[in-house]
């Protein structure tokens, strides 16, 4: 009896191991990548939730697949040179509407995602692959959920054109694992739209809208009103998570932590949104009446991605905090327990991401060719935010917006 050094099921090596975390970074990536692009033109405010939530968790798995081909690879973030998977990613954002959207990504791309991790699990060398292992075990976690999510928020529509397009795209590159028969290209879909970077919010038609933000009274006396206003504005800010996914789209060339530190934001603000929501609801009211201003994302879209981050993290996020100090110790005081978790958690979201703008904006700039140094910059900023932004006029200005250099 000699001991079974291999055994048949470990048919993965070091290789093609390091080949299949590679294809797999890049699809997680890409699908973020789709979600923040989408996030602002979808129009049903349940999809626009989950897109804040699932982009975050694309992000940790980018992250965790990172840290594993860091290991293993340099550059860590490479194309995974194989034509056809690249053009699945590449033509899943041009989807001919928000459901067939989510239908491509939940129906078809997720659930191959799932297959393949789960075959790779079982495929790799258990103890020397361990790390991996693990990634993909909790990675799975996440994608399971999200497949389950479509299941029942997509299952009163039917699959088509775009679906199958998408499946016949995923065979072409033989599967995610591209280990699968590959198929023919299939034909492009009539149906297909050549995405755009949205420069409008999209709402669904519960929603009524305001053209300019005339809510907030400042009122801070009438402690009843100003918490109502309060909260209202909470219901509001998938505006911000919008911003934050309009930049995140068009900004691929900062670097990966960047976009890391980018999803968490924009998630955060689905996050808040959902707070003023369940505040409201918790209070007997109808968080569809609130008027949003769909203006305000209109407004930030006009600029160029730094000036559109900067007018966010250092106009609205690094001025709210006198405000919100107030409101909670008013909240302390009264008793009133919910009013004051909910604004002590959202103002340590708000901290981190009045730091990931000081973190970011001197390279976004750089990027972006402003040669304007950063505090110079923010001044600036801070002045149009004020006469725009603070004023309520939030003007859309004749001059074209910045061509669009996202890939
Ligand atoms: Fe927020
Ligand atoms: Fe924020």
Redesign the pocket.
């Known amino acids: 009896m000699h001991m079974q050094m291999v055994k048949v099921q470990e048919q993965v090596d070091y290789e093609q191991n390091r080949q299949l975390l590679n294809r797999y970074r890049f699809v997680e990536y890409e699908t973020l990548r789709i979600l923040a692009g989408w996030l602002p033109a979808t129009a049903r405010l349940e999809f626009k939730m989950a897109m804040g939530r699932f982009l975050w968790e694309d992000a940790q798995h980018v992250q965790l697949l990172y840290q594993r081909l860091r290991e293993m690879q340099k550059p860590v973030f490479q194309r995974p040179n194989d034509e056809p998977l690249e053009s699945l990613m590449a033509e899943a954002i041009n989807a001919p509407g928000e459901w067939d959207l989510l239908a491509g990504i939940y129906r078809v791309i997720k659930p191959a995602v799932v297959r393949a991790y789960q075959w790779h699990s079982a495929q790799t060398f258990a103890n020397p692959d361990a790390p991996t292992l693990y990634a993909l075990r909790h990675i799975l976690v996440d994608e399971g959920e999200q497949v389950h999510w479509a299941e029942e928020a997509l299952a009163s529509y039917p699959a088509g054109d775009w679906e199958m397009y998408l499946a016949g795209l995923l065979a072409a590159g033989g599967g995610i694992s591209g280990l699968e028969p590959r198929t023919p290209a299939p034909p492009v879909p009539a149906s297909r739209v050549q995405f755009v970077p949205p420069r409008a919010a999209a709402r669904d038609a519960r929603f009524t809208r305001d053209p300019a933000d005339t809510a907030g009274s400042g009122q801070e006396a009438d402690v009843e009103l100003e918490r109502l206003q309060e909260f209202e504005g909470y219901s509001r800010?998938m505006l911000?998570a919008e911003t934050v996914a309009l930049v995140l789209y068009l900004t691929p060339e900062m670097p990966w932590q960047f976009t890391y530190d980018a999803s968490r934001?924009c998630y955060?603000?689905t996050r808040?949104c959902r707070l003023g929501i369940d505040w409201l609801t918790l209070h007997g009211l109808d968080y569809t009446r609130v008027p949003q201003v769909t203006q305000v994302f209109a407004w930030r879209a006009q600029y160029d991605p730094a000036l559109q981050y900067c007018l966010?993290?250092m106009g609205?996020?690094a001025h709210v905090f006198p405000y919100r100090h107030r409101r909670l110790k008013t909240y302390q005081q009264s008793g009133d327990r919910l009013s004051a978790q909910f604004i002590s958690y959202d103002m340590a979201?708000?901290r981190n991401?009045v730091s990931y703008g000081h973190k970011w904006l001197s390279q976004l700039l750089a990027k972006k060719g402003i040669q304007t140094p950063v505090e110079e910059y923010v001044e600036q900023a801070v002045q149009i935010w004020q006469a725009e932004y603070v004023s309520k006029k939030l003007p859309i200005h004749a001059a074209p917006a910045p061509a669009d250099q996202a890939g």
């Open positions: 800010e911000a934001h955060d603000e808040h966010l993290t609205n996020e979201d708000e991401h």
